[in-house]
């Protein structure tokens, strides 16, 4: 089995920059490719970003793109989302998403694996 843990949530003013962090542990061989959705309160779990394996290929939600950059450490079997520009409409709880396998749109549809989430709060 697969755990995922979220760190690096917290409470920000707008404009400033966060990173949150994912650490896997359990059976991390087993992950592909990994990513970060969110949730807002009132609202559904929507898709933010995610990246391959290698790390050679990303893709985020139109209303992250040019702000977050995702990246990954395989060593560490850690992956991070680097926040900046952060709005008051990018307050959500963050989850951690991975798959079994290597391709974005599996990921965005069904992750196997979810993190428990960290709360990002943006002030305005």
């Known amino acids: 089995q697969v755990q995922l843990v979220e760190s690096g949530g917290g409470l920000v003013q707008a404009g400033v920059s966060l990173r949150l962090s994912c650490a896997a542990s359990g059976r991390p061989i087993s992950i592909r490719a990994m990513g970060w959705f969110r949730q807002a309160p009132g609202r559904e779990r929507e898709f933010v970003a995610a990246?391959?394996?290698?790390?050679?290929?990303?893709f985020y939600a139109d209303s992250v793109k040019g702000r977050f950059t995702i990246s990954r450490d395989n060593a560490k079997n850690t992956v991070y989302l680097q926040m900046n520009s952060l709005k008051p409409e990018d307050t959500a709880v963050y989850y951690c998403?991975?798959?079994?396998?290597?391709?974005?749109?599996?990921?965005?549809?069904?992750?196997?694996?979810w993190g428990q989430g960290t709360q990002v709060t943006v002030s305005s």
């Open positions: 990246i391959t394996w290698s790390g050679g290929r990303t």
């Open positions: 998403a991975a798959s079994r396998y290597d391709e974005i749109v599996i990921l965005t549809t069904g992750p196997h694996y």
